[in-house]
């Protein structure tokens, strides 16, 4: 794994290591590494193998979610990246409610609090994010948040200077026989802000829908539940990267950036 990427995945180990010592403030803690395999991916290179390290995380301040995906494109070499590449989210919200100590919650709304989430990758794609959150309640849901953000690139992404984002994320767990079916995921939409461009040209809006289906083959074995997960994950990101369909994209690449395709995987919690 790359230098930027390991360091990324220590940072937030010592974050939760400095801040589960102060007077334990840590409500729980899930860590777990997932396999993916998957073909027809567009702009890189179409064969990926990604191994992606997960940290979600809840405090008496708010919760925590971090991941790292190391990607490997099965021998291909991408014209900006190589033959690898990492990239990486970490992803902090404050709960309004539990640093107040009052119940916020109305209707189905849980919670109210302040999400940010800093993006970090090869090639200058380095984000950050900042903006409201919502925990709801949704009948039969595991849980459900809706978080819409304001982009601000970094200054040397040579991207516009912000857009919108909606992101909601969710997780629903389904009896299957003698085990379970885990379906969770998120959705990201991006838009941009007015008056936003990028050296003269806007980028396009995208929408990124990325579900995971895992059945617990763990229970299913006889072994403890949440552990040993087999499935798959669904990949539909329009304008891919903000690049209109069709569009430029390099100087090796132009045509389809609207991506539809899935991944095999294996996940492990630990």
């Known amino acids: 794994m790359k230098s930027t990427a390991t360091s990324l995945l220590i940072a937030g180990s010592l974050f939760c290591a400095a801040t589960a010592h102060a007077e334990s403030p840590l409500i729980w803690q899930d860590n777990s590494l997932t396999y993916l395999y998957g073909k027809d991916f567009k702009v890189n290179p179409a064969i990926q193998q990604t191994l992606t390290f997960e940290h979600a995380s809840a405090w008496n301040w708010g919760d925590l979610f971090i991941f790292v995906d190391w990607i490997n494109y099965n021998g291909e070499s991408d014209s900006n990246l190589g033959k690898e590449t990492y990239y990486g989210e970490f992803t902090p919200r404050l709960s309004f409610g539990k640093l107040s100590g009052k119940d916020l919650s109305f209707g189905p709304i849980k919670d109210v609090l302040l999400a940010g989430t800093y ?152």
């Open 119 to 270: 993006e970090r990758g090869e090639n200058r794609n380095r984000n950050y994010l900042l903006g409201p959150g919502l925990d709801i309640d949704v009948p039969g849901f595991d849980y459900f948040q809706i978080n819409l953000y304001y982009r601000k690139p970094d200054g040397i992404t040579q991207q516009p200077s912000g857009q919108w984002q909606v992101t909601p994320v969710w997780g629903i767990t389904l009896p299957v026989g003698n085990s379970d079916l885990l379906i969770d995921g998120y959705m990201d939409w991006v838009v941009n802000s007015k008056g936003s461009e990028a050296r003269g040209d806007r980028l396009e809006r995208n929408l990124h829908f990325n579900p995971q289906i895992k059945y617990d083959l763990g229970k299913s074995l006889g072994y403890e539940a949440k552990h040993l997960y087999v499935g798959a994950e669904y990949d539909y990101w329009s304008n891919k990267y903000g690049i209109k369909d069709g569009g430029f994209v390099s100087e090796n690449f132009v045509g389809k950036t609207d991506q539809n395709t899935a991944s095999l995987l294996v996940k492990y919690h630990f």
